[in-house]
Structure formats: structure tokens, C-alpha cells
């Protein structure tokens, strides 16, 4: 079966600002405009910046999967869930992830 793709980019602004959240989900969505069969996404590149000074890094996770919302239209929603701490994880931060998502049509 045929394969496309596209590529997709979120910005997130200030993250944490409380320094409460350990990982922190982000969505953003496509329709393909044809009935899919699967999806699945891939990380192409991050930007991640603490906001509040320099820090040393203890976790830094990425992660993303497809959800396929609506198969017949082909609406995938991509979730990309990041993590960014230093040793107490209380601190905010900044930055982009782009992902690209393949969904496999009919």
C-alpha cells in the first residue's frame, strides 16, 4: 500500500513555570484527505532551553506516537511528550519539537 507524509512542527512557550510537571504532552494534527490504513510518527529534531538560568541536565526524554482519530478522513494526531529536569525537575523551559508523520492509504 502507498505511504505519505508531512512534517509538522510545535512551538511550546514557558513550560513548568510552577515546577510541578515531570512530563508534559503536546498535540498537533493532520488530515490526510483519504482513508488510512495506519500511521505512526517519527521525531525529526528539538529545540529544548531552560528559562531561568543554566542548569545541569539529569533527564532529557522525547517521545511521540500517532493517534488516528478519524480513519476514513485520515486525521492523525501526533502527541509528542517531552521531559526536562535538572536533579529536582523545578525549573522552566522553552522550546520546539518537529515530528513527521507516514500514514499508510488505501
Same mark, same amino acid.
Given at each position: 500500500?502507498?505511504?505519505? !507524509?508531512? +512534517?509538522?512542527?510545535?512551538?511550546?512557550?514557558?513550560?513548568?513555570?510552577?515546577? *510541578?510537571? *515531570?512530563?508534559?504532552?503536546?498535540?498537533?494534527?493532520?488530515?490526510?484527505?483519504?482513508?488510512?490504513?495506519?500511521?505512526?510518527?517519527?521525531? *525529526?529534531?528539538?529545540?529544548?532551553?531552560?528559562?531561568?538560568? /543554566?542548569?545541569?541536565?539529569?533527564?532529557?526524554?522525547?517521545? +511521540?506516537?500517532?493517534?488516528? /482519530?478519524?480513519?476514513?478522513?485520515?486525521?492523525? +494526531?501526533?502527541?509528542?511528550?517531552?521531559?526536562?529536569? /535538572?536533579?529536582?525537575?523545578?525549573?522552566? !523551559?522553552?522550546?520546539?519539537?518537529?515530528? =513527521? =508523520?507516514?500514514?499508510?492509504?488505501?
Amino acid at each position: 500500500m502507498p505511504v505519505t !507524509f508531512i +512534517t509538522k512542527t510545535v512551538n511550546f512557550g514557558t513550560r513548568n513555570p510552577k515546577g *510541578n510537571e *515531570n512530563q508534559i504532552d503536546f498535540f498537533t494534527e493532520h488530515t490526510f484527505g483519504r482513508r488510512i490504513v495506519r500511521a505512526e510518527t517519527v521525531l *525529526n529534531g528539538f529545540r529544548l532551553k531552560f528559562t531561568n538560568g /543554566d542548569h545541569h541536565l539529569e533527564t532529557l526524554q522525547m517521545d +511521540t506516537d500517532a493517534i488516528v /482519530d478519524d480513519r476514513d478522513r485520515g486525521t492523525v +494526531t501526533a502527541r509528542i511528550q517531552i521531559m526536562l529536569a /535538572d536533579k529536582n525537575a523545578d525549573d522552566p !523551559f522553552r522550546g520546539w519539537a518537529t515530528v =513527521i =508523520i507516514f500514514a499508510e492509504y488505501e
